[in-house]
């Protein structure tokens, strides 16, 4: 992980301007058969962009829904009913697969690093919507402003703006379903707590 921050460091930046901007152009109201999430980072934002996800499970309930995440949260994705396939990205083989690939809609959650937005700009399609943050905004057919004053599962939902879907109300309900055998595995090591 703190060879990718370095990567992006030192050659994001510079790689984003090198790279041509995708057509801007208005999203077709057809479905959507295969989406594309990026998901950088920690559990914590992993975690919260599952109301999105779950969001556009029933908005195009016949779409595929791939995640392409990080070793360090690709676990939160397994909770998630409706998410087809998880990968890595610092899988090589894995970020490979992605980028041979054709998605009708790619949506980078990522707020401030470049790799992510690289690797969106990098995959087949032509629909990619990415925070507009940094140099960011450039590898976006669909750049969307953030602000550090939302709580973040709201700054996720604000990346469906350009579908021009009617957003949810902010419902901040409990939305992580932990299969039966891992409630059984928590009961257990609270257990141990009780116990003693």
């Given at each position: 992980m703190h060879y990718l921050k370095v990567i992006d460091r030192l050659v994001g930046a510079s790689l984003s301007r090198l790279m041509l901007r995708p057509a801007q152009m208005k999203?077709?109201?057809?479905?959507?058969?295969?989406?594309?999430?990026?998901?950088?980072?920690?559990i914590g934002d992993a975690v919260l962009l599952i109301p999105v996800i779950r969001y556009l499970k029933q908005i195009y309930p016949t779409s595929s829904i791939e995640i392409l995440a990080e070793k360090r949260n690709c676990g939160v994705f397994v909770l998630c009913p409706g998410i087809d396939r998880v990968l890595v990205y610092d899988r090589p083989q894995e970020l490979g697969r992605v980028l041979f690939e054709?998605?009708?809609?790619?949506?980078?959650?990522?707020?401030?690093?470049?790799?992510?937005?690289?690797?969106?700009?990098?995959?087949?399609?032509?629909?990619?919507?990415?925070?507009?943050?940094n140099g960011r905004r450039r590898l976006f057919s669909h750049a969307v402003a953030y602000r550090h004053d939302r709580y973040e599962q709201a700054s996720f939902f604000e990346l469906l703006?350009?579908?021009?879907?009617?957003?949810?109300?902010e419902d901040?309900?409990?939305?992580?379903?932990?299969?039966?055998?891992?409630?059984?595995v928590a009961d257990d090591i609270l257990k141990t707590f009780h116990d003693k």
């Open positions: 999203i077709p109201s057809l479905p959507m058969n295969r989406l594309l999430l990026i998901r950088p980072g920690g054709r998605y009708d809609l790619v949506i980078d959650s990522e707020q401030w690093h470049y790799l992510s937005a690289i690797i969106a700009r990098m995959i087949r399609s032509r629909i990619k919507i990415g925070f507009g943050t703006k350009p579908l021009d879907l009617e957003l949810p109300a901040f309900a409990p939305f992580l379903t932990v299969p039966l055998g891992g409630q059984h």
